[in-house]
Antibody, heavy 120, light 110 residues
Framework: EAELVESGGGLVQPGGSLRLSCTATRFSLRAYWMHWVRQAPGKGLVWVSRINTDGRTRTYADSVGGRFTVSRDNDRNTVYLQMNSLRAEDTAVYYC?????????????WGQGTMVTVSS | QSALTQPPSASGSPGQSVTISCTGTSSDVGGYNYVSWYQQHPGKAPKLLIYEVNKRPSGVPDRFSGSKSGNTASLTVSGLQAEDEADYYCGSYAAINGEVFGTGTKVSVL
């Protein structure tokens, strides 16, 4: 069964950086747009970023633009989220998700999530 | 990029139906037939239930159905079962603004 596996989360101080990874297993990421979505503890889903198949088109939520960078390495079957200048309000579970079909906003496969905690 | 509006909670007895609304704007829900719905159980990743307003991925029971009128989309869960107790989120494609999710609805099976 196709899966996405995130890694790289952890505890970081305000102003610090983290890089999250999302690796696909049992399918090739190459043909898919990929997104990052986050969920603060006890809160709802919030869209963060997306990247197209060749990595040339990237979009960000206003709340992370200028601080986060999404990228991909199709040869490694992995998508990344570089997070800089982290703030307490960035604390959340971060999910990567795949757009699997004709609906550009429908995510058919999600990773298990990786927790990012920003605190001193 | 404001969140789509959903009721905080909904409930029904086993076998009954519950409908959840999702209100956006002409820049998201009303502008495209790209509304999706997700089910999330505690501590789990979301699961896609509906895409393109009313289409179900393989494996999703036909008890789940979607519709849209103007800027408001709806998810109906018919024949409620205990395992349907979960949080439900709508999502909409928003073109250059990416994607926007709803505020979430907690469904309780009484």
């Amino acid at each position: 069964e196709a899966e996405l596996v995130e890694s790289g989360g952890g505890l970081v101080q305000p102003g610090g950086s983290l890089r999250l990874s999302c690796t696909a297993t049992r399918f090739s990421l190459r043909a898919y747009w990929m997104h990052w979505v986050r969920q603060a503890p006890g809160k709802g889903l919030v869209w963060v970023s997306r990247i197209n198949t060749d990595g040339r088109t990237r979009t960000y939520a206003d709340s992370v633009g200028g601080r986060f960078t999404v990228s991909r390495d199709n040869d490694r079957n992995t998508v990344y989220l570089q997070m800089n200048s982290l703030r307490a309000e960035d604390t959340a579970v971060y999910y990567c998700a795949r757009v699997g079909g004709s609906d550009p906003g429908a995510f058919d496969i999600w990773g298990q999530g990786t927790m990012v905690t920003v605190s001193s | 990029q404001s969140a789509l509006t959903q009721p905080p909670s909904a409930s029904g007895s086993p076998g009954q139906s519950v409908t959840i609304s999702c209100t956006g704007t002409s820049s998201d829900v009303g502008g495209y037939n790209y509304v999706s719905w997700y089910q999330q159980h505690p501590g789990k990743a979301p699961k896609l239930l509906i895409y393109e307003v009313n289409k179900r991925p393989s494996g999703v029971p036909d008890r789940f159905s979607g519709s849209k009128s103007g800027n408001t989309a709806s998810l109906t869960v018919s024949g409620l079962q205990a395992e349907d107790e979960a949080d439900y989120y709508c999502g909409s494609y928003a073109a250059i603004n990416g994607e926007v999710f709803g505020t979430g609805t907690k469904v309780s099976v009484l």
